[in-house]
């Protein structure tokens, strides 16, 4: 009986353990990408946040910017009003740019 008594206690520590194990595994998923376009509102003086309709998306040292024939941009080329294409992958609370396309104005 009390081997029965262990068995099942030992069963219970090892379906928890995969439970979390589980759990844990399931948050280390690689990021998925999201889009999102639009013209530039503003930008930080830092050139940290780049606004886009009324979103903030942080821009790092490894964010791409580049033009639509995919020519490197430095971050300076950024400006309010520009008509930009963010490719982003969220993190913690940030929306974090992996690749900003600078594009023509639409009807230019």
Do not use: C
Not at 59 to 64: D, G, S
Not at 90 to 104: G, L, N, Q, S
């Amino acid at each position: 009986m009390q081997s029965k008594k262990v068995l099942w206690m030992e069963s219970v520590v090892l379906m928890v353990t995969f439970l979390m194990l589980g759990t844990g595994l399931s948050q280390t998923k690689m990021r998925e990408m999201i889009s999102f376009s639009g013209k530039v509102r503003n930008i930080a003086w830092d050139f940290e946040y780049v606004t886009l309709n009324d979103l903030d998306f942080r821009v790092t040292p490894n964010t791409k910017i580049v033009d639509v024939k995919g020519n490197t941009l430095k971050v300076t080329d950024l400006k309010p009003g520009l008509y930009v294409v963010i490719e982003v992958f969220h993190e913690h609370k940030d929306f974090v740019a992996k690749r900003i396309t600078i594009k023509p104005l639409k009807g230019v």
